[in-house]
């Protein structure tokens, strides 16, 4: 893979009340072509600001913003108008012209670009019909669903065939199960037309299900970026750790972790199957190659994007040296293992 963005020591500083608010302090990140890209972080943490710094609709205060090997910060205003054509973006309430049809707020950047009548209607026409909407051309926005405006969004921001799509905290105003087509057809234009999509959001199932690497992002500052399978199953930065439980089933777990913790021969653990793991009887057949007697008492089965993923809490009944032995036999099979 090639590198698509790449921002380097980036700093954004707002100035208020004749003082200056710090909103990024020192942002170094690189996406790849093809990549989905996100960026989490709680309402303040610097987000926006980090987004609308790769089009330069916010200009950082320092650093270096680099799309597909162009400078930005070097180009002109004509350059940097050419330049972000190939940078489309969605926004977390739509943004439509309401006084335009479906077909003419996505016909509107080709306009711009005084491209052809006929070349205009062709491509309306593809797009519409990519994104689902090629029945509802002639409606205005105010007819549509808060889902089907967000379809008309994408279909805005791809007219231009851009490399990059900017999504802005673009499901939140959408309920779960509209969120859910959104990100099924974000992955799918992904997959498509092979674009590099940087997303920001609060929301870390909107990671989980469609992205290959994430930022965290708390104070302006990036605390934590890998792997979602990694991130998830290993979060390491507090913040992190608070945006992983927002999907796990933690409160139920822990409850019953204090519960039984009391009785102190049982060991409670907690296995991660990734994968094609996932599916396979590792577990039992463990069990039965070391003679330890355990009982399941949770289990879950989720997904990642792509990688299914599975976690047992396991009670083992057996003294210490068992318990080793057990657990250092799952480890060799290459799952992960806690003690909790
Ligand atoms: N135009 C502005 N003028 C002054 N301060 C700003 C401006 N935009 C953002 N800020 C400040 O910069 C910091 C980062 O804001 P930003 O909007 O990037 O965060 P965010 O993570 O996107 O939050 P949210 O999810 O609430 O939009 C905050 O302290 C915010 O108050």
Known sequence: MSRMIQLENLHKGYQVDGHI?????????????????????????????????????????????VVDGTDLMNLD?????????????????????????????????????????????????????????????????????GGQKQRVGIARALASDPKVLLCDEATSALDPQTTNSILALLRDINRKLGLT?????????????????????????????????????????PTTQEFVEQVADSVELKEIVSHEKADKDRTMIRITFLGSQTYQ????????ETGTPFNILQGTISRMKDTPYGQLIVELEADQEQVNKTIGSLRQRGLEVEVI
């Open 21 to 65: 608010v710090p909103a990024l302090q020192g942002i170094d990140l690189s996406i790849e072509k093809g990549e989905i890209f996100g960026v989490i972080g709680h309402s303040g943490a610097g987000k926006s600001t980090l987004i609308r710094c790769i089009n330069l609709l916010e200009r950082p205060t320092s650093g270096r913003v």
């Open 281 to 288: 009887p590792v577990l039992f057949q463990t069990m039965l």
């Open 197 to 237: 999509i940087v997303l920001i959001t609060h929301e870390m199932h909107v990671i989980r299900a469609v992205c290959d690497r994430v930022a965290v992002i708390d104070g302006g500052k990036i605390v934590e970026m890998g792997n979602v399978v990694d991130v998830f199953l290993k979060p390491q930065h």
């Open 77 to 145: 205003d004509r350059q940097l108008q050419e330049q972000r054509r190939q940078i489309g973006m969605i926004f977390q309430h739509f943004n439509l012209l309401s006084s335009a049809t479906v077909a003419e707020n996505v016909a509107f950047p080709l306009k711009l670009a005084k491209r052809p009548k006929a070349e205009i209607e062709q491509k309306v026409t593809e797009l519409l019909t990519l994104v689902g909407l090629e029945a509802h051309r002639n409606k205005y926005p105010a007819q549509l669903s």
